[in-house]
């Protein structure tokens, strides 16, 4: 069974830019997935089964939207806090991540941003406690990369009290186990609007995905809108157009620029002990140049990667972090990491392939995180578009 023996890195002292409420936030998050999440996780991956019984107690530790206001269940925090939780929960996980960056930046967010003061208080509390898990709608089968093109609409239902909403989402986080989504779907005049639907409603159903080989501790599945009738009170009023789902996923992917440092930080962890203790040739393998050049770059990268990240949290604070700053931390995170997490199973040798150690899970699970929230070229692309002033997508 794999077992938590990971010890931080370190390199250029970052804890000393964090103050100690910080750490104390970041060492109780630590403590909860040693203790509750890392003996478990590899037999719910290996499964592929979600750990439902985990949302009431991340709601509990505060790991879903710790920035949302406390009146409303949140923590009331600020940014590095958020990043430093989501880093300690993917440092175990990335699905485990998932389920709380869906929860507390796809859900609560958009509630607590474009919502009516009525929609806060009647959805925040209990998705804070995780009394009830969201999930957020914007994929769909045939837009992915380009969700502006999307097809799922409402349309005024006659009775002065209701839309219809018909379509289909796709690759949906948290969609099977799910009690609300906030879906985004064009109204009659075109424009995306946010939709909360609940389950239960009539015509709404979360088929689940099956066969991943990726993120297999986390839930995904479809939702899908067949004549749905859903009160209009339940249409987010304060935002229209794809900058609302847009706003929503630069909050998301700054949590996931700090998922990602946990991830590669377990990998160079693992890799790192792994080269002390494993002998060939008489030797152990870290004593060889061709693993040290491993290590000394993924410590390289990821010193750099905490940096960025920690800059990038400091701007989000001041309210001054730009949807392409964020881009570029998601990209080059993420990035950084599978790269870690590919080195570092091969220093494993054939023990990296096994559950018996983080690495092949890590690596599996990167494979997605490099594809959701903007893919690896997406990114590229809204960097490229953000130097040059020349838009690559129209
Ligand atoms: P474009 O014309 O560039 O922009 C439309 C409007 O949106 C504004 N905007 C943003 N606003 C806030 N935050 C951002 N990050 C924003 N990016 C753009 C923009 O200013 C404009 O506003 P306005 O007022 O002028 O209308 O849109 P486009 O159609 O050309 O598309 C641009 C593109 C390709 C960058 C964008 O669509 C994109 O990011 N595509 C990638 C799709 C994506 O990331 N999907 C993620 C789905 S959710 C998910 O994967 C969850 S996984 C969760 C988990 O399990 O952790
Ligand atoms: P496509 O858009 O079809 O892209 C295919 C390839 O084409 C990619 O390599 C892409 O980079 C490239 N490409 C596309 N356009 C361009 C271009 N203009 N220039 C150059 N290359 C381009 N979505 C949600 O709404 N909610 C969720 O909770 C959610 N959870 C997910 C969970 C998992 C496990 C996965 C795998 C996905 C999830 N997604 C979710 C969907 C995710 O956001 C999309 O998969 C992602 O945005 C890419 O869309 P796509 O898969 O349709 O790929």
Same mark, same amino acid.
């Given at each position: 069974?794999?077992?938590?023996?990971?010890?931080?890195?370190?390199?250029?002292?970052?804890?000393?830019?964090?103050?100690?409420?910080?750490?104390?936030?970041?060492?109780?998050?630590?403590?909860?997935?040693?203790?509750?999440?890392?003996?478990?996780?590899?037999?719910?991956?290996?499964?592929?089964?979600?750990?439902? =019984? @985990?949302?009431?107690?991340?709601?509990?530790?505060?790991?879903?939207?710790?920035?949302?206001?406390?009146?409303?269940?949140?923590?009331?925090?600020?940014?590095?806090?958020?990043?430093?939780?989501?880093?300690?929960?993917?440092?175990?996980?990335?699905?485990?991540?998932?389920?709380?960056?869906?929860?507390?930046?796809?859900?609560?967010?958009?509630?607590?941003?474009?919502?009516?003061?009525?929609?806060?208080?009647?959805?925040?509390?209990?998705?804070?406690?995780?009394?009830?898990?969201?999930?957020?709608?914007?994929?769909?089968?045939? =837009?992915?990369?380009?969700?502006?093109?999307?097809?799922?609409?409402?349309?005024?239902?006659?009775?002065?009290?209701?839309?219809?909403?018909?379509?289909?989402?796709?690759?949906?986080?948290?969609?099977?186990?799910?009690?609300?989504?906030?879906?985004?779907?064009?109204?009659?005049?075109?424009?995306?609007?946010?939709?909360?639907?609940?389950? #239960?409603?009539?015509?709404?159903?979360?088929?689940?995905?099956?066969?991943?080989?990726?993120?297999?501790?986390?839930?995904?599945?479809?939702?899908?809108?067949?004549?749905?009738?859903?009160?209009?009170?339940?249409?987010?009023?304060?935002?229209?157009?794809?900058? #609302?789902?847009?706003?929503?996923?630069?909050?998301?992917?700054?949590?996931?620029?700090?998922?990602?440092?946990?991830?590669?930080?377990?990998?160079?962890?693992?890799?790192?002990?792994?080269?002390?203790?494993?002998?060939?040739?008489?030797?152990?393998?870290?004593?060889?140049? @061709?693993?040290?050049?491993?290590?000394?770059?993924?410590?390289?990268?990821?010193?750099?990667?905490?940096?960025?990240?920690?800059?990038?949290?400091?701007?989000?604070?001041?309210?001054?972090?730009?949807?392409?700053?964020?881009?570029?931390?998601?990209?080059?995170?993420?990035?950084?990491?599978?790269?870690?997490?590919?080195?570092?199973?091969?220093?494993?040798? #054939?023990?990296?392939?096994?559950?018996?150690?983080?690495?092949?899970?890590?690596?599996?699970?990167?494979?997605?995180?490099?594809?959701?929230?903007?893919?690896?070229?997406?990114?590229?692309?809204?960097?490229?578009?953000?130097?040059?002033?020349?838009?690559?997508?129209?």
């Amino acid at each position: 069974m794999y077992t938590d023996k990971f010890e931080y890195h370190d390199y250029y002292l970052m804890d000393e830019l964090l103050t100690d409420e910080h750490k104390l936030i970041r060492d109780s998050v630590r403590q909860w997935v040693k203790k509750e999440v890392s003996p478990i996780i590899e037999d719910y991956a290996q499964r592929a089964e979600f750990p439902q =019984h @985990l949302v009431k107690q991340l709601g509990e530790i505060g790991c879903f939207g710790p920035t949302i206001p406390t009146e409303y269940g949140g923590g009331g925090l600020d940014q590095i806090s958020y990043g430093l939780m989501m880093m300690e929960l993917e440092r175990c996980d990335s699905g485990l991540r998932s389920t709380a960056s869906v929860q507390g930046s796809l859900v609560m967010y958009p509630i607590y941003t474009y919502g009516s003061e009525e929609q806060r208080k009647k959805y925040l509390p209990k998705l804070a406690s995780g009394e009830w898990l969201g999930c957020f709608g914007l994929t769909e089968p045939s =837009h992915g990369s380009d969700p502006g093109s999307m097809i799922t609409n409402f349309k005024d239902a006659g009775d002065g009290k209701h839309v219809i909403l018909n379509g289909a989402k796709m690759w949906i986080s948290n969609a099977p186990f799910a009690q609300v989504a906030v879906v985004w779907a064009k109204n009659e005049a075109g424009k995306i609007q946010g939709i909360i639907v609940e389950r #239960g409603m009539e015509g709404f159903t979360t088929p689940t995905t099956h066969g991943k080989w990726s993120l297999r501790a986390s839930a995904t599945g479809e939702l899908v809108f067949d004549n749905v009738k859903v009160p209009k009170e339940n249409i987010l009023p304060n935002v229209q157009g794809l900058k #609302g789902p847009l706003g929503c996923l630069s909050s998301a992917r700054y949590g996931i620029a700090w998922g990602a440092l946990g991830a590669g930080l377990d990998c160079y962890d693992t890799a790192l002990r792994y080269s002390k203790e494993r002998i060939q040739f008489g030797k152990p393998i870290g004593q060889f140049q @061709l693993t040290q050049k491993k290590l000394a770059e993924m410590i390289t990268e990821i010193t750099k990667a905490q940096l960025l990240t920690w800059r990038l949290g400091v701007l989000k604070n001041e309210g001054r972090a730009t949807p392409a700053q964020i881009s570029m931390a998601k990209r080059n995170n993420v990035n950084m990491a599978i790269q870690i997490a590919r080195e570092g199973r091969q220093i494993l040798g #054939g023990m990296g392939i096994t559950g018996e150690y983080s690495m092949m899970r890590h690596s599996m699970n990167l494979e997605s995180v490099i594809t959701y929230e903007g893919t690896h070229d997406i990114h590229l692309l809204i960097t490229g578009q953000d130097v040059t002033g020349l838009n690559a997508f129209k």
